[in-house]
């Protein structure tokens, strides 16, 4: 059987195994967490703004810590995920540290069978995107959930670093959306020597397939830009250029890493 026709199931079992594994490692720093960090960047800050008393639905929200800062600056939040293990967590964080916030668990496609509301914001971040086949789906259902006027905000890896190789030495993936890319990984990126394998399913979206779904679905956009590192060390051969900004070491600034943007629903 394909695995791509079996995508949901396959990748619903990666994320379990990855979140037992993200819950234990330094990456995600779970206990200094709950003591008060934030796992929110600078540049999906910048964007979100004062967010005090705004309802926020954070799209593919993992174990829900981007979800739970989110409350803790003040907003209304409900975290959508696919993973079971991860929502179970979620939720517990969010009862421990007694914040405002909800937590989903169903395939992104299905979630209007699960939520019938509207937002002021809607958010998703790193590594997202990768695991749906269909961005016009996708984008429609960020039109459906947020008010008039409400606002999405998107940081995600950029394309050209899905090109590559692990190693970042060759360009073996096509950037423009082809068929799924099916791989088996050992460890994860949080924990490069965790005792986990695992397969994915996954596509690469261009920059002109992101927009073009987002502009289709009445949503305009706002503001976009290109950085040229990671805020997280999550790729190989990386170097820290100033706190937390990495670059893959042998290609410096040559190439973008992540990109924001921001859209206004019509």
């Not at 395939?107 to 749906?132: E, K, Q, R």
């Not at 394309?159 to 959306?177: L, Q, T």
């Amino acid at each position: 059987m394909n695995p791509e026709h079996d995508y949901k199931a396959i990748n619903k079992a990666t994320w379990n195994i990855k979140t037992e594994a993200h819950l234990a490692s330094d990456f995600y720093d779970v206990e200094g967490f709950i003591n008060g960090n934030s796992s929110l960047n600078a540049i999906e800050l910048e964007l979100l703004g004062d967010v005090k008393g705004k309802k926020i639905l954070h799209l593919q929200c993992h174990f829900g810590q981007d979800s739970l800062s989110l409350a803790r600056l003040g907003a209304q939040v409900s975290g959508v995920d696919l993973s079971d293990v991860a929502i179970k967590n979620a939720n517990s964080l969010a009862k421990q540290l007694e914040l405002d916030a909800s937590f989903i668990c169903c395939d992104l496609y299905d979630l209007p069978n699960y939520l019938d509301d509207t937002f002021d914001i809607v958010y998703t971040s790193y590594g997202t995107i990768g695991w749906l086949p269909d961005l016009d789906q996708w984008a429609q259902l960020i039109s459906k959930f947020l008010k008039p006027k409400g606002e999405f905000v998107f940081v995600e890896f950029h394309p050209a670093v899905w090109m590559f190789d692990d190693d970042f030495d060759k360009i073996i993936y096509s950037y423009f959306k082809k068929d799924a890319i099916v791989e088996t990984e050992s460890g994860t990126y949080a924990d490069r020597t965790a005792n986990i394998t695992q397969q994915s399913i996954t596509w690469n979206h261009s920059l002109g397939e992101v927009l073009g779904s987002l502009l289709q679905n009445k949503l305009q956009l706002n503001s976009f830009e290109e950085f040229d590192y990671s805020p997280y060390d999550c790729f190989r051969h990386t170097v820290e250029v100033n706190p937390k900004q990495f670059r893959i070491k042998h290609l410096d600034s040559k190439i973008p890493m992540v990109y924001s943007l921001k859209a206004i629903k019509d």
